[in-house]
């Protein structure tokens, strides 16, 4: 089993650029979820979706869109990246949607200029 | 809003024991412990529920007070392995979904040989 992967693992942007952030898991998980990490702040969390065909915003959702393309896959859009949307970007998993423990994939390390 | 860790770093000895503190302004009904190496992706340790006892993980325990909304993470006779930064998570919502959880800004814990 390889967990939670992500892709891509380092990304440069410039100011107005679109990307989507890739993650995936197989461990056959009901929930997903898209954090934001930055320096001092700790983990913030930007969407969830707690079963296939939902979504949920988070804490920070602004300037961010998510797609649960089925039960494995679950990205992470920016239509317009900002300088302040530089950040480490992690994804992670869950069981079921009454679950505690979340998995965490490697993270995208995103540079916004 | 996000649970509030003190101390901030925390530099100790192998087979010192260690404190870590996460408190909240709001009522809490689960705290869930998380420790990220650096680099790496956050790992779940364990998770307090309201009205449920203590958990552990090998030397590493927490407590949960209620009253006080605060939860506390002992680590006893810290190994080498220990160091890493460590969050404690709180649900977002006052009814205490585990789907949304906001972090503290982390411990750094340093073990020295």
């Known amino acids: 089993n390889a967990g939670v992967t992500q892709t891509p693992k380092f990304q440069v942007l410039k100011t107005g650029q679109s990307m989507t952030l890739q993650c995936a898991q197989d461990m056959n998980h009901n929930s997903m979820y898209w954090y934001r990490q930055d320096p001092g702040m700790g983990l913030r969390l930007i969407y969830y979706s707690a079963s296939e065909g939902t979504t949920d915003k988070g804490e920070v959702p602004n300037g961010y869109n998510v797609s649960r393309l089925n039960k494995r896959e679950f990205s992470l859009r920016l239509e317009s990246a900002a300088p302040s949307q530089t950040s480490v970007y992690f994804c992670?998993?869950?069981?079921?949607?009454?679950?505690?423990?979340?998995?965490f994939g490697p993270g995208t390390r995103l540079t916004v200029t | 809003q996000q649970p509030v860790q003190s101390p901030q770093a925390v530099i100790l000895r192998e087979g010192e024991d260690a404190v870590i503190n996460c408190s909240s302004s709001k009522a809490l009904y689960s705290v869930h412990w998380y420790r990220q190496k650096h680099g790496e992706a956050p790992v779940f340790l364990m998770i307090?529920?309201?009205?449920?006892e203590q958990k552990g993980h090998d030397k590493i325990s927490a407590s949960f007070n209620e009253k006080k909304q605060q939860s506390s993470l002992y680590l006893t006779a810290s190994q080498l392995s220990y160091s890493g930064t460590y969050f404690c998570?709180?649900?977002?919502?006052?009814?205490?979904?585990?789907?949304?959880?906001?972090f503290g800004s982390g411990t750094q814990l340093t073990v020295l040989p």
């Open positions: 998570g709180t649900p977002l919502l006052a009814a205490g979904s585990a789907r949304q959880l906001t």
């Open positions: 307090l529920l309201k009205g449920g």
């Open positions: 992670a998993s869950s069981p079921r949607h009454d679950s505690y423990e979340q998995y």
